[in-house]
């Protein structure tokens, strides 16, 4: 199966050029992408990850451990239900899933709010469906974060309803380390489940660093 290098933001910044057999992400609004990953069964034959052999299951939950590792995946809460985001500091909308919302949300009285104005262009050129906006509570490690989440039609990855553009992990930045006092911000860096949101936390600033406006 042939190779194409892509840029992915939501890899760390070392991995982000790497060849890969990616193709472009479907709900990212920038230059960059969530690569969907797609795996060869016997190096002919190639299936969506959501439609593999189950007699090839332990192989690829195997090569998936590996690969998926690389994305920035952070465990989080919206509206109080636990759920799984990935990180793109280079997507510039958050995204919930439709499947999500009919099966959490829908039932608390979230109402999804018609939004006319916006139109959404993946990093391939083409245009990214979604049926309309809701706005949610996000608990970030202990961070509650209000945001409006655009509802599209598919997860960004298998099993991960949720992902969380720059905008919401600068939110978090501000309210960590500009309205906390010291001894809170050190308490909170020493616990180690919050671990991945201090490493983004940190890459943004990194990138920010590099990449001036």
């Known amino acids: 199966m042939a190779s194409s ?7 760390p910044r070392k991995d982000r050029n790497r060849e890969s057999s990616s193709s472009p992400c479907q709900w990212t609004t920038s230059r960059y992408w969530v690569p969907k990953l797609v795996w060869s069964i016997d190096g002919s034959q190639t299936v969506d990850n959501d439609r593999i ?3 090839s299951n332990q192989r690829l939950q195997t090569e998936q451990s590996r690969i998926v590792g690389d994305y920035m995946l952070l465990d989080i809460a919206i509206e109080g239900i636990p759920a799984t985001s990935l990180i793109d500091t280079g997507s510039q909308v958050t995204t919930l899933s439709e499947k999500f919302f009919k099966q959490h949300l829908m039932d608390q009285g979230v109402t999804v709010g018609p939004i006319t104005w916006l139109k959404l262009t993946a990093a391939n050129g083409l245009d990214v469906p979604f049926s309309g906006c809701v706005e949610v509570n996000l608990n970030i490690s202990g961070i509650t974060i209000h945001t409006v989440a655009l509802l599209v039609p598919r997860e960004p990855l298998p099993g991960v309803p949720c992902l969380l553009e720059m905008n919401t ?6 309210e960590l380390f500009q309205s906390q006092d010291p001894a809170c911000q050190q308490q909170f860096s020493q616990n180690p489940h919050h671990a991945v949101l201090l490493q983004v936390i940190h890459q943004v600033r990194e990138d920010n660093d590099q990449d001036p406006e």
Do not use: F, V
């Open 53 to 55: 052999d189950p007699g």
């Open 5 to 11: 290098r892509y840029s992915c933001n939501c890899r």
């Open 169 to 174: 992990i600068r939110q978090c930045n501000r």
